[in-house]
């Protein structure tokens, strides 16, 4: 059982090119989340997902998309990156209680 | 909305004495206060969590207190060990709706 896989773990992007952060749970959870981890602003939700076909903004929506085609993965993507966007990315899977999260992603914009 | 603030945001401690981190939130309608444990390169993991019919909780060597009336909560560790350094987070939310609203973590350094 492999809980919430995130790819890759770590990416370098150039100013205004656009990349997908890809996530998977096995867990057939129907809520997954995006979230940005910043040194001391703790985790700030990208967007959300409630079930397949089902997505909505957090508190730091700007710059990213997403879409959930299927229970199982929920792809973020950054469609121009900027420095701003430079950030530990987490993904999570919750079951109404717990909040199951992925390794990381460590994104550099440069 | 919901807004939670954690303190302090770095706490040293020496092996074997107790750390207390504690949390405040704004919303009266949050109900449920989990605490994740975040280990260098990796995601949070949930801990140990409360929910607002219970004032205390405790699992071995961790505790959750919560104090509804005043709006905050705290987690207690004793005889604390090398492997309890790492970063722990707060959160807050109605229970089962998911959306938790989390603290800005605290960085817990144990001292040889």
């Known amino acids: 059982n492999a809980g919430v896989t995130q790819t890759p773990k770590f990416q370098v992007l150039k100013t205004g090119q656009s990349m997908t952060l890809q996530c998977a749970q096995d867990m057939n959870h129907e809520y997954m989340s995006w979230y940005r981890q910043d040194p001391g602003m703790g985790l700030r939700l990208i967007h959300y997902?409630?079930?397949?076909?089902?997505?909505d903004q957090g508190e730091v929506p700007n710059g990213y998309n997403v879409s959930r085609s299927t229970t199982e993965d929920f792809p973020l993507r950054l469609l121009s990156a900027a420095p701003s966007q430079t950030s530990v990315y987490f993904c999570?899977?919750?079951?109404?209680?717990?909040?199951?999260f992925g390794q990381g992603t460590r994104l550099t914009v440069v | 909305g919901e807004n939670v603030e954690q303190h302090p945001s770095t706490l040293s401690v020496q092996e074997g004495d107790s750390a207390v981190i504690k949390c405040t939130y704004s919303?009266?309608?949050?109900?449920?206060f989990p605490w994740y444990k975040q280990e260098l390169g990796k995601g949070p993991q949930l801990i140990i969590d409360i929910r607002s019919n219970v004032g205390e909780k405790k699992d071995q060597r961790i505790a959750v207190t919560l104090n509804k009336t005043a709006k905050h909560f705290s987690l207690h560790i004793t005889e604390t060990q090398p492997e309890d350094s790492a970063v722990y987070f707060c959160a807050a939310s109605i229970y089962e709706n998911y959306q938790l609203i989390w603290g800005a973590g605290t960085k817990l350094i144990i001292k040889p």
């Open positions: 997902s409630v079930g397949a076909g089902i997505t």
């Open positions: 999570a899977s919750i079951d109404g209680v717990e909040a199951f």
């Open positions: 919303d009266s309608a949050s109900n449920y």
